[in-house]
């Protein structure tokens, strides 16, 4: 099967590295990182995040993952740590990543299983704002543990710029939640 299996902005490294690496919203391709399987941009807290885990969970030697780089309007990288941290709370059908920040902190177009194995079998590192090559490369080599025992292959459906409208009934709630506190 051809790895990765979701479309996105990355560059593939060496596929049996256990690393996988987000820039967030920096521009990854004049750091000069080696040593990784996959290296590319997140910008959103939901489709971006499915996507990751997606890829991820598809190669099994991959078993870290450096969260880096300049952060996204959405907060892609305070949901990432979020996630890694508190995993998701369910309601209402909704699958929302606990502790994030961002406005459609989503993850509804992925099984429960896929995320539960993510936070279970790989390591994420906290890396949000660091932009310095030396400091990420440090990190990228630092990782080490075994694989993990297999691949994990989920389907994600294709996303286009107007997959974000499902979630606008939570949008409006979520603003009226805030204006009523406020």
């Known amino acids: 099967m051809e790895w990765p299996i979701t479309s996105g902005d990355y560059v593939i490294g060496d596929t049996d590295s256990g690393v996988a690496v987000v820039t967030l919203a920096s521009d990854y391709t004049a750091w000069g990182l080696k040593n990784y399987a996959i290296c ?3 910008f959103t807290e939901n489709f971006g995040i499915e996507k990751i885990i997606t890829n991820v969970l598809a190669n099994p030697n991959i078993n870290c993952l450096v969260v880096c780089g300049q952060e996204s309007a959405h907060l892609a990288g305070q ?4 996630l890694a941290e508190n995993g ?9 990543i606990a502790g ?5 902190p989503y993850l509804n177009e992925i099984p429960m299983t896929a995320i539960s194995r993510f936070l279970r079998e ?6 949000v704002g660091n932009k310095d090559p030396s400091v990420i490369q440090k990190a990228i080599d630092s990782c080490t543990g075994p694989k993990r ?8 459906p294709e996303i286009d710029e107007n997959s974000w409208k499902k979630y606008e009934q939570l949008v409006k709630q979520n603003v009226m939640s805030k204006i009523k506190k406020g």
Request: net charge positive.
């Open 88 to 96: 998701v709370s369910t309601m209402a059908g909704s699958r929302k």
């Open 149 to 156: 025992s297999e691949a994990h292959i989920i389907s994600m």
């Open 100 to 104: 994030s920040n961002s406005p459609l």
């Open 122 to 127: 790989v390591k994420v590192i906290d890396l």
């Open 79 to 82: 949901s990432l740590i979020a």
């Open 40 to 42: 590319g941009t997140c």
